[in-house]
């Protein structure tokens, strides 16, 4: 069975930082890339960072490049999401995804409904408050 299992979430005022985990289990890391999608108030679900566990390569969206930082522990087989200098807009529900084989930017360019991607957590909230 597969599982992704997100954690880290909460709330804090802007300017913080949070770290999120993404806990993989029953796939092989190097097969997939990871990656981190968000769902704000009023908003769809839109990819935030991924990462191809083969070669490291990693995408970013716009708005979060030189804040976030995507990383991993193979040995713990964990994806996780560094994120400094929250802003208010960052809030919203985060949501760790597995694609199998596909390149992180191809992963962080998809939109609803998703039909690339494979398995999803259950998600971690994250609230910025200003």
């Known amino acids: 069975e597969v599982r992704l299992v997100e954690s880290g979430g909460g709330a804090v005022q802007a300017g913080g930082s949070l770290r999120l985990s993404c806990v993989v289990s029953?796939?092989?890391?190097?097969?997939?890339?990871i990656g981190w999608f968000r769902q704000s108030p009023g908003n769809g679900r839109a990819a935030v960072s991924c990462?191809?566990?083969?070669?490291?390569?990693?995408y970013y969206a716009d708005s979060v490049k030189g804040r976030f930082a995507v990383s991993s522990d193979n040995a713990k087989n964990t994806v996780y999401l560094q994120m400094n200098s929250l802003k208010p807009e960052d809030t919203g529900v985060y949501y760790c995804a597995a694609t199998y084989g596909l390149p992180a930017q191809t992963m962080g360019a998809m939109t609803p409904p998703f039909h690339g991607i494979d398995y999803w957590g259950k998600g971690a909230v994250v609230t910025v408050s200003s």
């Open positions: 990462m191809r566990g083969r070669d490291g390569t990693t």
């Open positions: 029953g796939l092989s890391f190097v097969d997939y890339a």
